[in-house]
């Protein structure tokens, strides 16, 4: 079956330092690769999405490019901001009869003034 | 534009009691899908729908009922809530089940069961 596995977190940051998130993933056939943030109280909100192998999603300064060869999609963002701190989900969805979106554990990253 | 909303909030219910959780979204969404998010255990899917009068059990429909009347709404029925349904609950719809096509999530409704 499909599965997001996503590193343990929390993560702990201090402003403007870089950051990265691993997410890996097991599926057949090409799914459609996504990383969702949830702040306090919130529900998730799409933060950004790729497609297809190589490319890359992008928004408000954070990226991920989908490596197919090795079944990645890391989030990345050159300068973190305490505004950043939020917990970050990365999932993935197929096409066809496996259409449930699957879920990663989430992330919780904490940014430090 | 709402997107997709859910009430009420916040909910305290007693061990036994009965309610509904309300879902609706205004943006003619094909799919629409309720979670559960519990510390740890990240979002676990109880039931999802792909159009009105379809309905499909997710990992965790023990203890839940939903039904699809019209595309808009999508109500989840606590039958008897006991503790364990203590919980963050999340509505989420996209347009199609495609695979490029994310979820649009509700803010939610925090739920105790005493």
């Known amino acids: 079956g499909n599965s997001v596995t996503q590193m343990e977190g929390p993560v702990t940051l201090s402003e403007e330092a870089f950051l990265t998130i691993n997410c890996t993933y097991t599926a057949t056939g090409y799914p459609s690769l996504f990383w969702y943030v949830q702040y306090p109280g919130e529900g998730l909100q799409l933060l950004l999405k790729a497609t297809k192998a190589d490319d890359k999603g992008s928004n408000k300064g954070f990226e991920a490019t989908y490596r197919k060869e090795t079944t990645s999609f890391h989030l990345e963002k050159g300068s973190v901001q305490v505004s950043d701190s939020a917990v970050y989900f990365c999932a993935l969805r197929r096409s066809g009869g496996s259409y449930i979106p699957t879920f990663g554990r989430g992330t919780s990253l904490i940014v430090h003034p | ?114």
């Not at chain 2, 219910?13 to 740890?40: I, V």
């Open chain 2, 1 to 114: 534009n709402a997107g997709v909303t859910q009430t009420p909030k916040f909910q305290v219910l007693k061990t036994g009691q009965s309610m509904t959780l309300q879902c609706a979204q205004d943006m003619n969404h094909e799919y629409m899908s309720w979670y559960r998010q519990d510390p740890g255990m990240g979002l676990r899917l109880i039931h999802y729908s792909v159009g009105a009068g379809i309905t499909d059990q997710g990992e965790v429909p023990n203890g839940y009922n939903v039904s699809r009347s019209t595309t808009e709404d999508f109500p989840l029925r606590l039958l008897s809530a006991a503790p364990s349904q203590t919980s963050v609950y999340f509505c989420a719809s996209s347009s199609s089940t495609g695979a490029s096509a994310p979820l649009h999530f509700g803010n939610g409704t925090r739920l105790t069961v005493t």
